[in-house]
Structures are given as structure tokens and as C-alpha cells.
């Protein structure tokens, strides 16, 4: 991580001597991201500096701005060009953060801008906001195209990760007509993962769906 900060500063460094932008700014600009500052982080990508900077943590402005709900920021980020693709260090978008913590707006910000819902590889961000219960993202989603039934890395899909946790993400699923008779790597299916976590009221609902 340390190398990666340097070869940051070093890349700052590279674009002072151009543009007459302080290597100090670097910091400046990703503690303006992180406390959601718009004006100031639009000043210096205008200023010169790169729209696609990322953090020591390995997260692009987007990203920042993404998992923290800043709405303002990300809209400005989008226009001076931010790319909408581009992964931290665990591989997640700014959809996927977002996702996880439920900022609706900032998904249909994202959305809008053309970031891709559909899950090719690794969690998605329909995944990320079935984990975490959020039915407002996961309409938002699927009206976009995600699959239901995509399968995350450990074989558990969307429906799985919201019978875990609560029945409102279900219904959501459910009307989606996600397949409630598939099993994960493990052998168990949502209902399965709905008991496991005490959801006795999920577990009916999936097992209504599956004509139990």
C-alpha cells in the first residue's frame, strides 16, 4: 500500500511540473472526496488534476463518493468524465458500494451514466444490495436488467443472500421471479439460508412460491 501511495505521489509530482498543481494537493483532493466536498474536488480536476485518482486504499473519487451517498459529487464526478467501470482493490464499483449501503440515488446516478448492473463475474451489485436488504436498489436493478438468479462466488444467489436478510428484499426477488428451487454450492436453497437466520415469515413466503 505504501508503494501504491508513492507511485501516486509520484504520478501528482508529474502533473505539478505541468500544470503548476501542487504534489500536496493529492491529499487535499481525496480528503475533499471523503467529506463529500464537491466544489473543492471540482476545482482541482479542473485544475488539473486527475478525475480517476484514487486513494491510498486503492478507491477512485467515484468510489468514494459512491459508498458515501454523495449524490452532488458524484454528478460532478460524472461530468468531468469519471470512469463509472473502474474497480477498487477488492474489485467493486461504484455501483456495488453503493449498492451495499443502499443509496438508491446514487445507483440511478450510476445507472443513468451507464454502469452495468449485469453480474459477469464476481458479486454483483444485485448481490451486495440483497445481502444488506436494501428493496429499493434491488428494484432499481432489476428494472435495469440484472439477473435474479446470477450466482455470487460462493454459489449463493440474490434471493439466498435476502431470505438471510428480511422479508421485504424477498418479495422484491420473488416478483422478479427469481427461482427459489436453486441450491447453492452447499446443497441448500433460500429457504434453507431464511431458517439458518431465523426468518421463519421469509421462509413461508419461499416456500409458497415453491408450491409447498
Known sequence: MKALRIALLGFILGLAGASGVSAAAYDDLINAANLGDTGKVASFIDRGLDVNSVDPRGETLLIIAARNGYTELVKALLARRAKVEA??????????????????AVV????????????????SALHYAAMQGHTAVLKALIARGAPVDAPAPNGATALMLAAKANIESVKVLLAARADAR???????TAVDWAMKAGNTDAAALIRSAMGQ
Not at 109 to 116: D, K, R, S, W
Open 87 to 104: 474497480v477498487n482493490a477488492v474489485g467493486e464499483t461504484a455501483l456495488a458500494v453503493a449498492a451495499f449501503n443502499g443509496h438508491v
Open 108 to 123: 440511478d446516478q450510476l445507472l443513468a451514466a451507464g454502469a452495468n448492473p449485469v453480474n459477469t463475474q464476481g458479486w
Open 182 to 188: 436453486i441450491r447453492g454450492r452447499d446443497g441448500e
